[in-house]
């Protein structure tokens, strides 16, 4: 009877050991397999050196960071600058010579305009006081003659009453 | 090379031994092991590609991240310390990259297409054919596909601890550290994982 379990118990064993042996077996063969396979992938060429891929992707990744914010900060910055300082100088040095000019350029209108004011007034002048044509002088005494008798009639009535 | 002297200085300040020195040492040789990093290209990619290759079983994504892995390295070699091995800390980066990968919606994409995957038939085309018989070779390709579906159908967590112990065959401290799991755990989804595998070979026989 103890043989008996002795002998099944020797038969477990052994069967036990030849599925460990196996399952070791097939781990080794599969662990082959995938080393010849890694070593067929790896020979394959890596892209053109990893240090200069390393070096080619570097900048790849921090330029376009930089050419995005770089340009436009530079630009904000120059326009923060600059439209003050225009603006300060377009209006302490620009904007006074143009009234200047302007007048400069309205000066002698103006002149020209005061002489011509001038003149035409002295003509008036010249021309109101200037004796009156002889071909209207009758008239002229007619009037006066008209005005004082009607004023010496007009009195004399004044009287009757 | 002035990064190592004022490691080397500080660590020298701050302890003594030989054990000190070894870890000094070792660090000293990672780092300037890292200074050359086109030979840590060379010597290590191959490794975090079959890493990769074996985890997400597929070729674009594998290839894409191992780039991306040294990349990453590359970017922070500054930070590493050597702390832990240049191949730990590589792996550890692959790791956390594949789980980014894992989580993103470009990964259910690919899921669904799986235009550059593995086929079982890329694995088992590889079972040495050193053996004696049509009929053992067969078997062995049998078993080897087996393992391939039943890895396929890990958890995430299961096939990383799996992969890192089977495929590149790392100590249990090592992918604990690797993965930042305890000890317990990666037993446990070691455990799993086996328990899986047992079962499909059993199947599979």
Redesign the interface.
């Known amino acids: 009877m103890k043989f008996r379990r002795d002998a099944v118990a020797d038969n477990t064993a052994n069967e036990t050991r030849e599925?460990v042996r196996?399952?070791a077996?097939?781990?080794s063969?599969?662990?082959?397999?995938?080393?010849?396979?890694?070593?067929r992938?790896?020979a394959?060429p890596?892209?053109p050196?990893?240090?200069q891929?390393?070096a080619d992707?570097r900048p790849a990744r921090t330029i376009p960071f930089g050419l995005l914010l770089a340009p436009a900060l530079t630009a904000a910055v120059v326009a923060a600058v600059l439209v003050p300082v225009y603006g300060h100088f377009h209006h302490q040095h620009g904007a006074p010579p143009a009234p200047i000019v302007i007048a400069a350029q309205q000066n002698p209108n103006d002149t020209h305009a005061a002489v011509d004011d001038t003149a035409l007034m002295n003509q008036i002048d010249s021309e109101v006081s200037e004796d009156v044509p002889d071909a209207l002088r009758p008239l002229a005494d007619l009037s006066d003659q008209t005005t004082t008798t009607s004023a010496v009639s007009e009195k004399n009535n004044a009287t009757q009453e | 090379m002035e990064e190592i002297a004022t490691t080397r200085a500080s660590m020298l300040s701050g302890g003594s031994g030989a054990g000190n020195e070894l870890a000094i040492e070792k660090r000293e040789q990672a780092m300037l092991e890292l200074a050359d990093f086109d030979e840590v290209v060379r010597v290590y990619r191959p490794r975090i590609l079959r890493f990769l290759l074996s985890s997400l079983t597929d070729r674009d994504a594998a290839e894409s991240l191992t780039q991306e892995c040294f990349m990453k390295a590359w970017s922070a070699r500054h930070q590493f310390r050597g702390d832990s091995s240049l191949s730990t800390w590589l792996t550890r980066i692959a790791v956390n990259l594949m789980r980014d990968h894992l989580r993103s919606r470009s990964l259910r994409f690919w899921q669904k297409t799986r235009g550059t995957s593995l086929d079982v038939m890329d694995i088992s085309d590889w079972v040495p054919d050193g053996r004696g018989t049509p009929e053992s070779l067969a078997v062995a390709r049998d078993r080897v596909a087996a393992v391939w579906e039943a890895v396929r159908d890990l958890s995430a967590q299961q096939r990383t601890v799996f992969v890192l112990r089977f495929v590149e065959e790392l100590e249990l401290d090592e992918i604990a550290v690797t993965i930042g799991m305890n000890l317990s755990t990666v037993k446990s989804h070691l455990y799993r994982a086996l328990a899986i595998i047992r079962e499909r070979m059993g199947g599979a026989k």
């Open positions: 599925e196996e399952i077996e097939a781990l063969l599969y662990r082959s397999a995938m080393q010849h396979i890694a070593e992938e790896a394959r890596l892209t050196g990893l240090a891929t390393i992707r």
